[in-house]
């Protein structure tokens, strides 16, 4: 049972050709002084298989500005690395107004200088705070607005730009071997049109973010709000599948749900530049949508619009909303990109309301009734259009925590082969559609226990949903349980920015703490979570392992005695007695433990014998629970309780089929 279910001295110099990989050229600008920062860059770049050329490819004897020149002519792209250094530098900005002027520029701000006078127009990636990896949220930013402005330009030209498959892509997993940078927010980039739209990260919120505030049901029914609701969200999703915008998640915005709330004070606690407010009201078949777009900086009205439709038309209602946001932010939305919003929907309003009732119930968590009921009206959804992506990731979401958290044993093999199939056929149907994708390598990962398999259907979420909380959480677990401790902080802090005010986030936080062993900060993250909601499960549950681990058992015990998830309670109780001695009360809880789950709780059981200091025991019940697919192994690998099995050979070799 698993408790989560389911990147000369100050000579402007150069990169762009050379790897022959057959991406865009890119010409990396930087002065000298930044040379050790930007030989991090090229090599990033040349990871994801850029073609990559700086100075260190200028032939002995060439005069550098000839050759500095060839290279910017035949660049797809130009890269300027601004910094306190190359402000001041000639060359720089000689190059990045040779990039601006042929709309191929792509700035970025090594330490958090802002670019000199005649550059400001252009959003600026930020890398003040850059690890150097290939796979960090910079990196992958940087790569999508490289391959966006490539596309954008070959679209202008009627071509289109040579694809590369991402380090590592397995076939056996079903990837295509296209670009990681062909989808998702590459697509929505290229729409903006030529040299540049780019994130700003330096200041408060983004120039780009935006909030969408619940719509208020006026139907008269409150039993409608699921409606209301349901719209909201997919606004949410639909301006966050363009790539444009950083949307705040569905928690957090939600806080403000029925309260008379000033815009700028919203915006300041959500940290988005804009808020789209309004209301619905339907009545049978017709309904009347009111939107208005606000600027938080000033409080007024952008754009505001009524509409006026029949129930059948509320797709191509919510399409024209986040085309007119988007034009009123952000430029016109691509025909490309507007393919990439709508490949996911219905045209059948039966199946649109079933899948909007099912999310609503899915979304209640209230326990096995609320996700059995959501399977079966993602079911009605499915019998009304089989063609609706939506509603098969939706439905494979349904199945997998059915079967990981309330699914006897007997039960979860059946659930977790359906989940499959129903993960399969939503990136059949919707390739770029990053739930789908999420979908896919949960299945996998979950159902099948098959960490490699998985890893490259969680790549393509986090790539096609890098702005969305909902995808970072889930691509962060996977990263902390396949051993990129770094990679998950980097996905979970970005995660915190775009749902501030949702305590899943910072309780999600504490466990990537945890399992890279910061016991403080994985406490206080968990007390976070707690002061945003003192009745959030799991939280008291993970203050106590960190607890443990740090040898203050009675502490412990304490927090384990808060804990309202009983699994997770008594796991922990049985871990603290065995530790104190007191094998009797521990055996106890043990027993107790397994006669509420049965043998859905191998994985813990292996857990308390770990900590009694009891490996025989431990391992057997490990093999137990692949036996029977428990989900919670797969945070084996970097579980700290386990860590006394880690050299043991069954504990290896059950690791490496698992692919961890």
């Known amino acids: 049972m698993s408790e989560v279910a389911t990147a000369a001295d100050d000579m402007g110099t150069t990169t762009g050709g050379g790897s022959g990989a057959g991406g865009p050229t890119v010409f990396v600008s930087y002065a000298r002084p930044d040379r050790a920062r930007a030989e991090q860059l090229v090599v990033a770049l040349q990871a994801a298989g850029l073609d990559v050329w700086w100075d260190e490819l200028i032939a002995g004897g060439a005069a550098f500005a000839q050759s500095i020149e060839a290279a910017l002519d035949a ?63 910079e990196t992958r930013r940087l790569l999508a607005a490289i391959r966006a402005g490539a596309q954008g330009r070959a679209a202008a030209r009627g071509q289109t730009v040579p694809v590369v498959p991402p380090p590592g892509t397995a076939d056996r997993a079903g990837v295509s071997r ?41 139907s008269g029914d409150p039993t409608q709000a699921w409606f209301s609701d349901g719209l909201s969200d997919e606004l949410r999703a639909r301006l966050g599948q363009t790539g444009l915008f950083r949307v705040a998640a569905q928690v957090s915005s939600n806080q403000f749900r029925g309260q008379a709330v000033d815009a700028r004070s919203v915006a300041a606690k959500l940290g988005v530049a804009y808020l789209l407010d309004g209301s619905v009201r339907r009545q049978g078949a017709a309904m009347r949508i009111t939107v208005e777009l606000v600027e938080a900086g000033t409080g007024l009205v952008k754009w505001s619009r009524d509409y006026d439709s029949g129930l059948s038309n509320v797709l191509a209602v919510q399409a024209d909303i986040a085309a007119m946001v988007t034009q009123a932010i952000a430029g016109t ?58 509603a098969w990731a939706a439905r494979a979401s349904a199945l997998l925590d059915i079967g990981a958290n309330y699914a006897t044993a007997a039960e979860m093999r059946d659930l977790y082969t359906q989940a499959v199939v129903s993960a399969q056929r939503a990136v059949e149907l919707a390739p770029r559609l990053a739930m789908a994708q999420l979908g896919m390598g949960d ?47 980097t996905a979970i802090e970005t995660a915190i920015g775009l749902d501030p005010l949702n305590p899943l986030v910072p309780r999600a936080k504490g466990r990537m703490l945890y399992y890279a062993g910061r016991w403080d900060a994985a406490i206080a993250a968990a007390r976070q979570a707690l002061g945003m909601n003192a009745q959030l ?29 009983a699994d997770v309670r008594l796991t922990g109780q049985a871990i603290v007695a065995g530790r104190q001695e007191n094998r009797a009360a521990g055996a106890t809880a043990m027993a107790q433990l397994q006669a509420q789950f049965g043998e859905t709780i191998m994985y813990q059981i ?42 043991d050979p069954r504990f290896v070799a059950l690791r490496g089929t698992l692919g961890l």
């Open 333 to 390: 939305l691509s025909p490309v990109a507007r393919a990439a919003v709508q490949e996911a929907g219905t045209t059948s309003v039966d199946a649109y309301d079933a899948f909007l009732k099912g999310r609503a119930a899915y979304q209640s968590d209230i326990g096995a009734e609320s996700d059995r009921e959501a399977a079966r009206l993602f079911d009605v959804a499915i019998r009304a259009d089989p063609h609706y992506a939506q």
């Open 537 to 565: 499960s799991g939280a008291h549950g993970d203050i106590g392992r960190a607890l443990v681990m740090q040898g203050q058992l009675a502490e412990a015990a304490a927090a384990f005695a808060q804990e309202p998830r």
């Open 443 to 489: 299945a996998l990962f979950t159902a099948r226990l098959d960490a490699r398999a998985a890893a490259p259907w969680f790549a393509r979420a986090r790539d096609l949903g890098s702005e969305d909380a909902a995808i970072l959480v889930p691509y962060a677990f996977f990263a902390a349980k396949t051993g990129r401790s770094a990679a998950a902080l």
């Open 75 to 137: 660049a797809e792209m130009v890269v300027v690395a601004w910094s306190a250094a190359s402000v001041a530098s000639d060359w720089v900005r000689d190059e990045a107004a040779h990039g601006r002027d042929r709309g191929r520029l792509v700035p970025i701000s090594l330490d958090g200088t802002p670019p000199p006078l005649g550059f400001r127009q252009y959003q600026v990636i930020d890398f003040s705070r850059w690890d150097g990896s290939s796979d960090a949220g």
């Open 606 to 647: 292996a857990q308390i014998h770990a900590q009694w200091g009891e490996p025989g025991p431990a391992i057997a019940a490990l093999q137990r629970a692949y036996a029977l697919l428990d989900s919670g192994l797969s945070q084996m690998a970097c579980d700290p309780l386990l860590a006394t099995l880690r050299g």
């Open 178 to 218: 296209r670009s990681w940078l062909a989808g998702g927010a590459a697509i929505g980039l290229a729409a903006v049109g030529g040299a540049g739209w780019w994130w700003r990260r330096g200041g408060t919120h983004a120039e780009n973010s935006i909030a969408v505030l619940p719509l208020t049901n006026l």
